[in-house]
């Protein structure tokens, strides 16, 4: 066990809809990435928040938003989903911004 | 734009049959190197980080090295345990200080 809780485990949603993920970091941690895994496609970084502030941007989609709040844990909001936006969503914590993450068991997003 | 690329895609071996991962990675400056392991479906666990050229860690039947353009990671007489997808992964020196995953080596190790 990472440390790192991710709810719901899974998510089945229709085309166009909106859904939250939702993460709660290792105590301690202040450091929150979100990524998304597909099947052909290793993980991609989306997003990263420490101590609550927005600090990299990676290959995130304008229909996708994130905030991480004062209690640390963290959103990721994905909104108009299509098919394609099916994938293994994680989000990872780390002490800093600098050393190793610590990952969370992934919410598998299927759209329908 | 930072680049990670992680060979052989695939490895079987037998039980006892040691052998290497490679991972080069192009970076402008290279913060740290990191290797995960991940089990199907399951988050990624890390095992390594390698900051500086010359560098190894070991953990186990593992042992990771970093050279400035690439980093191994060594599997001395595998079990079937070991058995799983190991990813490397490059964060960059720079302001934002990105992480770049490669696609990952699987790895099966057969009884």
């Known amino acids: 066990d990472s440390g790192v809780t991710q709810t719901p485990k899974h998510l089945i949603t229709a085309t166009g809809q909106r859904v939250t993920l939702r993460c709660s970091p290792r105590s301690g941690d202040l450091s929150v990435y979100w990524y998304q895994q597909s099947l052909d496609q290793g993980l991609q970084f989306l997003i990263q928040?420490?101590?609550?502030?927005?600090?990299a941007k990676g290959n995130i989609l304008e229909r996708f938003s994130a905030q991480q709040f004062p209690d640390l844990h963290s959103e990721l909001n994905l909104s108009s989903l299509e098919l394609g936006d099916s994938a293994l969503y994680f989000c990872?914590?780390?002490?800093?911004?600098?050393?190793?993450?610590?990952f969370g068991q992934g919410t598998r997003l299927t759209v329908v | 734009e930072d680049q990670v690329t992680q060979s052989p895609e695939a490895l079987r071996l037998q039980e006892g049959e040691s052998s290497s991962l490679n991972c080069s990675y192009t970076?402008?400056?290279?913060?740290?190197l990191f290797w995960y392991r991940q089990d199907p479906g399951k988050g990624p666990e890390f095992l390594f980080t390698?900051?500086?050229a010359g560098e190894e860690k070991e953990k186990e039947r593992l042992k990771a090295t970093l050279t400035k353009k690439e980093s191994f990671l060594h599997i001395t007489a595998p079990k079937p345990e070991d058995s799983a997808t190991y990813l490397c992964?490059?964060?960059?020196?720079?302001?934002?200080?990105?992480?770049?995953f490669g696609i990952g080596t699987k790895l099966q190790v057969i009884p």
């Open positions: 992964a490059v964060q960059d020196s720079g302001g934002y200080q990105k992480v770049t």
């Open positions: 990872a914590s780390s002490v800093y911004m600098s050393t190793e993450a610590f």
């Open positions: 928040y420490y101590n609550g502030e927005e600090r």
């Open positions: 390698l900051y500086s």
């Open positions: 970076v402008s400056g290279l913060r740290g």
